[in-house]
């Protein structure tokens, strides 16, 4: 890996500037179309490309895998979060182990950890499985609905079944909203510098905060009956608050609590659900595939609900969801600022300067991957690892999302009891647009008809 610091002049590669307004540089594009912007820059240029910014540092965005993997995995200390995106959404989460840094980030991460594992996690499959047999059971034949919705009801209702063993389906339409207002004031805060500070009573603070206020009380009201000695059953909360720090034996606090709590409740239902959303839209759309999964689902479930155990034996489903997290990935962008100016692959990061990763459009780079385009499960075949650097759905590194194993096996299982029972078809006419928020949902939803599929 080429990299050195400013001082040691190693070879520098000239880096071009993104076309945008003499005035504001890429800044209106960002606002307008960010997904757009970032993909075309990661896509059109190579190694990097400068976006410059009014009233802020220059940001560059790399399209070499050795850049991305050095940012993420081989210099990670000096590619830090201090960006204005992790700032807005700390606003939501706080803390918690998306935004936090250093050795706190450390402590926090060993006390999560072992919620975490493969073991615990598998006592979840039965009620993943139930939650998807009995969203099935209440579609209508024929009957047009959003899928998208459907995803993030279920998604919502299982996080808050293993992590808080809280009825969230109770009040999932409102939670659900609140979600998408949080959402969108952190796009729109994190893309426009000359937002109005959040102490405005504007209507999109208020929103804001009342979104806000019903998310913490939801959290902060379970943790508040668990400290009380109420009930506490089997799930990641009471995992979270029985776990201690191996090596100082500390406990969470509440307000560590609180933001590890509305961390996982974020992204542990909105990246599956959206994920699960674009991968059944692409095999509504592509009936080949479709039909090797069904003779997949058939052969290894024989007519019966899906388990836990099927998930190791379901291999072509593994790789639909491997494929569709490829072409729309649920985490779009990921942003860094630079600790202190180094040279990679011969650019030039100056210090305070920031990274923006688009695995949207690494996941989409011709030079990496053969006809990248195309929705080909097949390329995940016998094992077939990528190129470092160039497929990011769950980050990569040390900074890997915790609940991606999690996230895995929830969407096999979902996948497996719905396909294994119904036929999904596109409404006609139905736009399949993507939306960039915090994560890629489709901004239209993903319109269906449902029918037996025997």
């Known amino acids: ?21 003499p005035l504001i540089g890429a800044a209106n594009l960002l606002m307008k179309d960010p997904l757009s912007t970032l993909s075309r820059a990661t896509l059109d240029y190579f190694p990097a490309v400068k976006l410059v910014l009014p009233g802020a540092a220059d940001a560059y965005v790399p399209s070499d895998a050795k850049i991305v993997e050095h940012v993420l995995i081989t210099n990670v200390k000096n590619y830090d ?24 980030w450390k402590r926090q991460r060993r006390i999560a ?17 139930k939650a998807g047999m009995d969203m099935v059971d209440g579609w209508a034949h024929d009957a047009p609905f959003d899928l998208a919705d459907e995803y993030m009801r279920v998604t919502l209702q299982l996080v808050g079944e293993t992590l808080i063993s809280g009825d969230l389906a ?120 479709e039909e090797k999964l069904v003779a997949e689902l058939d052969a290894v479930l024989e007519g019966r609900t899906p388990s ?35 040279v990679v692959e011969g650019v030039l990061f100056p210090k305070d300067s920031h990274v923006f990763l688009c695995p949207y459009g690494m996941h989409r780079h011709p030079k990496y991957w053969k006809n990248p385009e195309a929705f080909e499960p097949e390329r995940w075949a016998d094992g077939v690892e990528p190129v470092k650097g160039t497929y990011l759905p769950f980050n990569i590194g040390q900074r890997k999302c915790i609940g991606d194993v999690f996230a895995t096996i929830e969407a096999q299982l979902l996948l497996a009891v719905i396909f294994s029972r119904k036929k999904l078809t596109l409404v ?14 489709p901004k239209h939803g993903v319109k269906v008809t449902a029918a037996p599929r025997r």
């Open 308 to 342: 836990l155990e099927d998930v190791p034996k379901l291999q072509y489903t593994g790789m639909v969801f491997k494929e569709g997290m490829r072409l729309f990935p649920p985490v779009w962008s990921i942003g860094r600022r630079v600790v202190e100016t180094e």
């Open 170 to 289: 109770s009040s999932a339409s409102k939670s659900r909203e609140a979600i998408t207002v949080a959402l969108e004031h952190l796009l729109r805060r994190s893309l426009n510098p000359f937002s109005m500070p959040e102490w405005v009573p504007t209507p999109n603070n208020l929103a804001f905060k009342n979104a806000l206020a019903h998310l913490d009380g939801i959290v902060l009201g379970v943790i508040s009956d668990r400290r009380a000695g109420k009930a506490a059953p089997h799930d990641l909360l009471a995992m979270l608050m029985e776990a201690r720090d191996p090596e100082t034996g500390e406990a969470m606090t509440d307000g560590q609590l609180r933001d590890e709590v509305m961390t996982i409740l974020l992204a542990g239902h909105e990246t599956t659900a959206v994920a699960l959303s674009w991968t059944s839209a692409l095999l509504a759309q592509h009936p080949r595939v």
């Open 1 to 21: 890996m080429a990299s050195a610091t400013a001082g040691s002049a190693p070879s520098q590669t000239v880096v071009p500037t993104f076309p945008g307004s």
């Open 81 to 104: 979060k201090r960006t204005r995106g992790f700032e807005m959404l700390r606003t939501i989460v706080g803390n918690g182990l998306v935004t936090s840094a250093g050795e706190f």
């Open 428 to 441: 006609p006419g139905h736009s399949l647009e993507p939306q960039a928020l915090l994560t890629l949902r």
């Open 113 to 129: 950890q072992p919620a975490f594992h493969r073991e615990r996690i598998a006592t979840f499959g039965a009620a993943m499985v």
